[in-house]
DNA sequence: AAGTGAACCTGAAGGC
DNA sequence: TGCCTTCAGGTTCACT
């Protein structure tokens, strides 16, 4: 499912149940997602109690402190994949509830909480049917040298980002534009469909050089800094309106977002570029093994 | 070194 | 209906 306003959503779904709570049982349903389960995993997280969900791109990150607190400061690094997703069932004492969601053959693993928030249980199942994604864990003081997280690139959100920094990362680049902002490195958390969102609002070809966005002295050129704009703008309304819905895709309370009603380039080949002084049509090629849309006549 | 393509895996959608 | 091909929000590894 996810880029970064899509996983964003799914921490802002899952912190009201999961902060505080404690987990009863771990329910590995299977010995490996895209890698196998780390050795003790369910060992390490029964009994301890939630303090926090936090985010760095595209990764979950669920802090938590032991029983035992001498072993403490563990976090689990939870990546989505192309298909994962969290789904929440919550049991309050006294209160009639129906639909306890479906399980499906893809539920792979199951948080039992008890506690904090909760007034009863809850059960919060990770499903994906592709298993790409994956749960490692590591120590919060190590987490900046976990490998998942070195040579990151800064966030697309917040101060972070600037058209300065930009500039540096796309130096000497002679990769298209559109696979330098895929690149986690140069920027963590963009995807196939922001990148495409936002080289649209730029007016800037995905088949660019990136070094051609980069003044010879090393300053963002004007283009430049108006796509770090860009990029922020559309980030945050992704995030706003609950991330995107593709193929069903839910948020943890179960709700869609809605913000694929909003794309103007992804998954948009053939219709009119939404621009109102262009009169191009948007069209879809491939670069690097992916579909990227972009209208030829207005993004140079 | 940098850039491209294949691999990982399942399901949905479209063509015939 | 069924079979086949293509494609999908990501990352990593193995090649030029």
Redesign the pocket.
Known sequence: ???LP?VETVRRGLAPFMEGAIIERLELRRADL?FPFPAGLADTLEGARIVSLGRR???LLIDFSPADAQTGDDVLIA?????GSFKIDEAVPGVFHHERSTAS??DHVVFHLKGGPLKGSATVTYND????GFMLLAKRAELNDH??FVGMGVEPVGNALSPEILAKALT?????MK??L?D?RVIAG????YVCEALWRARLSPRRE?RTLVRKDGRPTKRLANLTGHIRDVIGEAIEAG???????RQADGQL?YF?HRFSA??RQGSACAHDDCAGTIA?I??????TFYCPACQR
């Open positions: 499912m996810p880029e899509e895209r791109a595209k990764y990546h989505l994949g192309m298909s053959a893809h049917p592709r298993r790409f490998p998942s000497g680049k002679r990769t298209p696979a330098a895929l986690q963009l995807g196939n469909i990136a991330g995107s819905s593709l193929r069903d895709h977002g694929q992804y998954d879809r491939v670069q690097s093994g992916r579909s």
